[in-house]
């Protein structure tokens, strides 16, 4: 288990280390360039993306958890849905539909007469362009995160602001905001990840930042060390962001009021008012999953049969390859960590444990960086020995293949089967193992005849969400693929940055579709979850 | 059957278990009782094989299964094992829950055991239900019957009543006794609450802060508790202090008691001496009166409270006709064929 754990640390341990021995001449001459871009880029993206998330993700959140309007009930899950949407996807469906021959200009132009210059048009492919693509599809984390905080605070809390006299506002601000602020700062860390994370839609719009900068130092310039070392800077971040949210996270046991659940006894709006309140919440939707998927329909209608002829079942078949070798892979690996610190939760294995689930914070970029030099490393000596003692030359049989790549899927993602599979442990008594046990099973029958069988849906849950993670992973797999081998998401990016926006449809439509599943399974768990039905369960 | 050696168990740096020693001796029912957070649910866990001792030994049934170097695993002790949860399986119905143990069983012999268990509980028609479905008392009894399955050398116990109602805690342990004289089993059984203890037990432990301060029977405990804590903690009753005059004798202001008092009391040494409510007799043609303070029906009896001149309560036990209101004097005589003393300088 520990052995485990430290080969899943290799590549941020690697990352580390070449920060601290790495080539000092490249480093200076970056840090005089174009650092401060990367860095006054990746803050400004942030803020930019923090702020939108923030606002539409409490918004959405209250109103629907505190505010009666019509279409209420359907809105709780269909603002997930832009959850499903990789932002690289919407960012080359914007370009398309807002770009001089788009639809949306062309329109314009029409409509008024205008011709080209006549007019001022934002840019999309610009910095805030990228913020708000990335707005779009992250929005959902802090939207479930502080939608749950809502619904756990207790009913009296609120009602006694309103008995207080406390307009909605009010309420809003004063009681339901400051309580459910260590959710909310989780979910927002969970967004900024991400955006520091983003390769695809800052990439495509031309926005220097640290995963860019990543790419371009290692293979525009050739400078591994240099890459490893804007890493390590990114990777700091990174850490920033866990502690802020695991400092919010102890904070919020001191914010848990009394737990009784009752229904929440909803706002009820006047009918302007809630259409108004309809409007508020259906347009993130529209315009982080309607509109996008719309536009991906109707270009893959006019370019699927030709996308079909050229290989398309095949990048299918990689990324369902991919997909299920990682998902099922993670599954074992978090059953053995997740199962093992139960057994036996020293110290030394809780620290593995927890190590081991950092990886999904650590962007792609930096996790590729990471797996790449070691495997190199050890290609190259098991090459030269092969040649002294054997006379033939191995090649590189690690970081050529789909070994690497999958390893480094497994190490970003292993943190999202572990946490769905310790979660579904810790909802089982620990009496129950030491019933199994004392009725005369070893640990090993007790797991497959107690717990698996106990917590099947947390089990597929787990491999869903790797699953479609894999599907919509793009710069890990950019670097770390063997030659010639793509997958859906490589292929749209690559048809995207060719400007040939209708034909990397489908295959954006396909990880788009994939993406729906985990999307339906949350909005499954949290109608289940509504208030006062079955919360006490 | 079951043989404590000198157990510690500590928890880091928190000692759980001090030096506990306890036999158990085969067909008997034990009870370890205590406040909570005693060390009793630690002792059951040590023996059942979730804790391993950081010195001492226990045995069972003739075999070393636990030491400082060595520890068999749960799976191989054969010791049955009813939490307080019950732990049943969700996933599997009565039937197979019952089962669970007997895997390597072959399947005639394990689905008459099973048969057997389902008759002996009671809960036969119940085979192909699933544990939501069943009462408190109905999960309990496949829970028991669970643990019994595999005919465990030892089975043990944990709180097993405080999930149900008052009516079940009634009617349970009796039951439970039965069923365990029947299969002859050795069983083990923790609780906080000695109705429970008296009701099954034939052998009952005090604990306190990890360690054993008495064992013994239910009436040996009750009339001659050995230190302070179990004449507090087992049944009802106050101290009053009093004067040593000889090995007999004990001035006090309910006059002079008489009965044997353990040798550590030497004449003229300051005493507290127990009472019980029964020791305290309703008597209005005693010399000492007292004020009731508190009175409790208790349908065959009285429970009153009462204060002695000097403003000391003690509690009285008299039949139910003598129905006195609060705040009357009545009379009180202390009858007591031994006494139970602690010097007060301990």
Redesign the interface.
Known sequence: MLLVAAVLGLPVVTVVVYAFYGADGVWSHLAGTVLPTYVYNSLLLSLGVGAGTLVIGTGTAWLTVMCDFPGRRLMTWLLLLPLSMPAYIIAYTYTGMLDFAGPVQSTLRAWFGWGYGDYFFPEIRSLPGAAVMLTLVLYPYVYLLSRAAFLEQSVCALDVGRTMGLSPWQVFRRIALPLARPAIVTGLSLVLMETLADYGTVKYFGVSTFTTGIFRTWFGMGEPAAAAQLAAVLLGAVVLLILLERWSRRQRQYHHTSGRYQPLSAYRLSLGRGYLALLACVSPVVLGFALPALQLLSWSADTMAEQLGRGFPQLVFHSLLLAALTSILALGLALLLAYGRRLRGTTAVRAAVGTAGLGYAIPGTVIAVGVILPFAWLDNTIDAWARAHLGVSTGLILSGTLVALVFAYLVRFLAVSLQTVESGLAKI?I??D?????????PT?TLR??HM??MRGSLLTAVLLVFVDVMKELPATLILRPFDFNTLAVRAFELASDEQLAAAAPSALAIAIAGLAPVILLSRSIARSRPGQGANA | MLDLKNVSVSYGDYPALIDVSLTLQAGLIGCLIGPSGCGKSTLLRTIAGFERPVNGEVWLDGRRVSSVAHCVPPEQRRVGMVFQDLALFPHLSVAENIGFGLQDWRRGDRDRRVAELLDLVGLRDLARSFPHALSGGQQQRVAIARAMAPRPKLLMLDEPFSSLDPELREQLPRELRRIFREDGITALLVTHDQTEAFAMADQIGVMRDGRIEQSGSAYRLYHRPETRFVADFIGEGVMIPGTVLDDRRVETELGILEGWLPEVCRPGMLVDILLRPDDVIHDDDSPFKARIVDRAFRGAHFLYTVALDSGRRVLCLAVSHHDHKLGEDIGIRPELDHLVAFPQSL
């Open positions: 008594a009496s129950l030491e019933t199994a046990r004392s009725l005369g099973a070893n029958r005849t107690v069988p106990i």
